[in-house]
């Protein structure tokens, strides 16, 4: 079946640690977005990939950082500079990155806590 | 700006039918989408409307548009208790990014 994973499901971090949300895909699409959703909020962009090799910032990329060295992979790093990260983070992806409008389609999510 | 609002909540009873409502700013959106959302899960994408359109429909999902006013709704018919969830609309402005705007999402309550 293809689709997007995300793990884990759950995570927890202490304070001033970096902690890694993967997520994985066998669409072969080539673009992929990572999400921050707040309650009572709708999604805000963090860090978008068009392409391997390739990324950059969204709305709310500080605190964050990203790797694209694989087409099916698209890790997010939450660093210690993130102060507020408790959040439900989604991550998702398209066929084709630009020239046509292309639906994006999510993985389950991953909801980090902060202990 | 771009901004793109919802109700927050609406409740129906089981059977009858939901309509629920966004409105968005960017007047070079090309689409506009629908998600639904489960509790403490993904975004599930319903349907999705280009902007030349002014209705779609969709078994029980209708979807209508109106340009003019930036207003855009998602009728649900014969609500289920399976239909229970967040509803999130979202525009998209195209470009090289396929960026997303989300609304803030309603929270669709079916009662039995």
């Known amino acids: 079946d293809g689709g997007i994973t995300q793990s884990p499901k759950y995570l927890f971090r202490k304070e001033g640690q970096n902690v890694t949300l993967s997520c994985e895909q066998n669409l072969n699409h080539d673009a992929m977005y990572w999400y921050r959703q707040d309650p009572g909020q709708g999604l805000r962009l963090i860090y978008y990939s068009q392409i391997v090799n390739d990324f950059q910032k969204g709305d709310i990329a500080e605190g964050y950082s990203v790797s694209r060295e694989k087409k099916e992979s698209f890790p997010l790093t939450v660093t210690s500079a993130q102060k507020n990260p408790t959040a439900f983070y989604l991550c998702?992806?398209?066929?084709?990155?630009?020239?046509?409008?292309?639906?994006?389609?999510f993985g389950p999510g991953t909801r980090l806590l902060v202990l | 700006g771009e901004d793109v609002e919802q109700s927050l909540f609406l409740s129906v009873r089981e059977g009858d039918s939901s309509v629920i409502n966004c409105t968005y700013t960017d007047s070079s959106s090309t689409y506009l989408y629908w998600y639904k959302q489960e509790p403490g899960a993904g975004l599930q994408l319903l349907t999705y409307i280009f902007s030349n359109m002014d209705m779609k429909q969709d078994q029980r999902l209708t979807v209508l548009l109106n340009k003019k006013d930036k207003h855009l709704s998602l009728r649900i018919a014969d609500t289920q208790t399976g239909d229970s969830a967040i509803y999130f609309c979202?525009?998209?402005?195209?470009?090289?990014?396929?960026?997303?705007?989300f609304g803030t999402g309603t929270l669709l309550a079916v009662q039995p």
């Open positions: 998702a992806s398209t066929r084709t990155a630009g020239g046509q409008v292309e639906t994006q389609y």
């Open positions: 979202a525009e998209s402005i195209g470009g090289a990014t396929n960026k997303l705007i």
